[in-house]
């Protein structure tokens, strides 16, 4: 009987009858008593489509106009889901996410919400329409200008949503049965979650799971917003992300799984400065010139100086987006610095064990570690949060390490649990 | 200096070369030291494509919804613009209705303009960008929802601009040289006319026109605005549609001509109500229950009643869009009324000759008459206003009729000079 906040992206919402399929799920809803918000990404390839038209027109567009002309797609895709409704015998509102009061701050294409002012939608609500919102997209505050969220927009938009209205859930509709312990495209035996910790999808997010945007789990970590994750394709229940997996729901009582699963990353690459004098301040110089140049950085590492030299060197990882423009603002401190060279290696990959459960679990350490040997996978790199053990490896083993890793903890189903039905990153 | 309001509609932004032309041409107005404020329409098919879509999902979409997603269009277009000005390094800010200020009435797919509030405009001016508005478009003064206005939307957006703004001129780019003395396709050596009086541009309008729409007309009568026809794909002055097409303008000092030009349609039909009792009401029972159905008529004709009966015949021509509807409300009363039966002929074609200088020279309806007889053309009916005559014809001999008109009043150039670009209609 309460509010049901649910998004739905941009591979669920592909044509005419995903559009109608799509409509008639939100009925079904709105039937059994609740009220309903749901937030659109743009229809299947529309953002492609947009985007190519700008570069047609110029190399370098403008991000306010890139803005407007973005938040096109989910008009078009709010407007066609409200038709579809309406042809089911149910009123819809469409609202754009400006008229939705998602009011954020003023960085064009990648605006951060700053505020939810849901009047329209809680009117909307109140005369019984079923309400569409644009996802991906708000209004500045000061300037009011139509701005884009970024990566992970349209969950986001839902999530805030929920929190603003204080919904009982907020369901990520996607392209596959919710959140597995692996990606089923490399573990064909993984296994789905029935539920996660924020914590843990925090780290799964971080880690490469791309099933859910870190900042809409932030978003509802910090409001306590439950996010179901489920496929749009199919009725069954998928993964709860909430504060305690521990609740019983859906008749499941078993113990928190010491693992919650294995994630990998292709998407970093990884430099080391060689040579560095072990002086202080060196390093700091260096964090320094890549913090300027806007680099983000992931794990690092620094070796202990050689005695005879008194030179050290530091390695780390950074998103291979950013490579170019890390060596290059590196190469401008070489002479300051005094380091003797840079090595660039963008052929590795990053195979995380993520579990809450850990925490009070001795010895996972040397399981995984045990595992990746078995397996002939020599580690490069090693990084560990409080739930997490994080190791860099040669890309092209990454999949043998996320396998072995996998079975090593006993995470394999029985059988073939997961459809992927190819997805979008919006 | 002052400030120059341009409108280019869909097919002048079919694709992105288009639009970089005409990013091309606005750069060299603001160039010679205008202020710029743009309206453009939705790139070549995109309406067709929305429409398509919501077809696809609704046989019947909500209205306000179909508001919603047709905007879009303009959205595409105007962001797109915007970055092929920045492109040539001057700076644009794009603005939907809503955010121009263009505030509409509440009649979803066919709103009409109440008021213009450009402050965002004015604002944006004075930082000195070049600025584009989604024509077509508005917002509803008491609901806030999104509105469209309906044919000629885009060209009516411009002039109410130009109108509040106190525009210099509002250029309305089309894909022919400007108003022509009849229909290029059909009259290869109609000839442009260089101005025009509002007058007689509301009747070339009413009376099958396509180039500028009546109510965009009506509105640059009402303010004064004047208004310049000119091709996007020439640099060749237009057709000036103004207040005193006497006044001199751009060194032709040429007497006013008696004739404007010669205007067809073919989309009207003709229904005649046969055998009416002749007693008073009896017209009036058959108009209301036109009226109440919504029916537009144009020329009504009612014969003298054969002595002999007392009945008389009613004729009068409609869309034929509205055919079927007028048909099935006189079919409702024709107990009450009693007439005999009904004809109904969509085989027919309006013909008319337009022309402010008509009012002080007679002979201009035997000499249109006695053009229409030597082509062998049989008239239908007549009507006729103080700058205009129409007749109605035979589908089949419009092109006849028109051709001998445009030659009886020397209204034939000595060279083809349209070019005609293929057109839209919003």
């Known amino acids: ?42 229809m299947g390839d529309t953002t492609d489509d947009l985007e190519d038209l700008a570069r047609g027109v110029s190399p370098l567009p403008p991000a306010r106009e890139m803005d407007m002309l973005l938040t096109a797609g989910e008009r078009i895709s709010m407007a066609l889901v409200a038709m579809a409704i309406s042809d089911l015998g149910f009123t819809a509102r469409s609202f754009t996410g400006s008229q939705a009061g998602v009011i954020t701050d003023s960085v064009h294409g990648k605006a951060k919400i700053i505020d939810v002012t849901p009047g329209r939608i809680t009117q909307a609500i109140g005369d019984g329409h079923i309400v569409i919102v644009a996802g991906f997209q708000g209004v500045s505050a000061d300037t009011k200008e139509i701005t884009t969220l970024g990566r992970g927009g349209s969950d986001t938009t839902a999530v805030a949503l929920a929190a603003a209205l204080g919904a009982d859930v907020c369901e990520i509709y996607t392209d596959v049965d919710g959140v597995f312990t692996a990606d089923p495209r490399v573990v064909p035996h993984a296994r789905k979650l029935d539920r996660v910790s924020y914590e ?84 700091a110089r260096i964090f320094e010139a890549l913090a300027e140049a806007q680099v983000n950085l992931d794990m690092i590492v620094q070796n ?105 903890f006993d995470l394999d189903a029985d059988e073939v649990e997961a459809v992927v039905y190819g997805g979008t990153g919006r």
Chains 1, 2 share one sequence.
Request: a neutral charge; glycine letters at 10%.
């Open 304 to 408: 202990i100086s050689a005695a005879a030299t008194s030179l050290t060197d530091i390695s780390f990882t950074l998103p291979r987006t950013d490579g170019q423009t890390a060596m290059t603002a590196l190469a401008r401190i070489q002479a300051e610095v005094g380091y003797d060279k840079l090595l660039y290696d963008d052929k590795i990959g990053k195979v995380s064990l993520i579990g809450a459960g850990m925490r009070s679990h001795p010895g996972i350490t040397s399981k995984f570690f045990g595992a990746l040997a078995s397996a002939g996978v020599n580690i490069g790199m090693i990084s560990t949060s409080e739930i997490r053990i994080s190791v860099i490896v040669d890309e092209s083993v990454v999949d043998d390490a996320v396998r072995a890793t996998h079975t090593a």
């Open 1 to 42: 009987m309460g509010i049901v906040v649910q998004k739905y992206g941009g591979s669920s919402l592909a044509d005419a009858d995903a559009i109608k399929r799509v409509a008639r799920r939100i009925v079904e809803v709105k039937k059994a008593g609740h009220d309903v918000v749901v937030a659109v990404s743009a």
């Open 200 to 283: 843990e999808m925090l780290e799964l997010a971080a880690c490469g799971s791309k099933i859910l945007h870190l900042r809409c789990v932030e978003y509802g970590r910090r409001y306590g917003v439950p996010i179901h994750v489920r496929s749009s394709f199919s009725q069954l229940e998928g993964t709860w992300v909430t504060n305690d997996p521990q609740a019983p729901s859906q008749g499941d009582t078993m113990e928190q799984p010491i693992i919650a699963g294995v994630a990998h990353d292709r998407s970093e690459a990884k430099i080391t400065v060689v040579g560095v004098p072990d002086k202080v301040g060196e390093a």
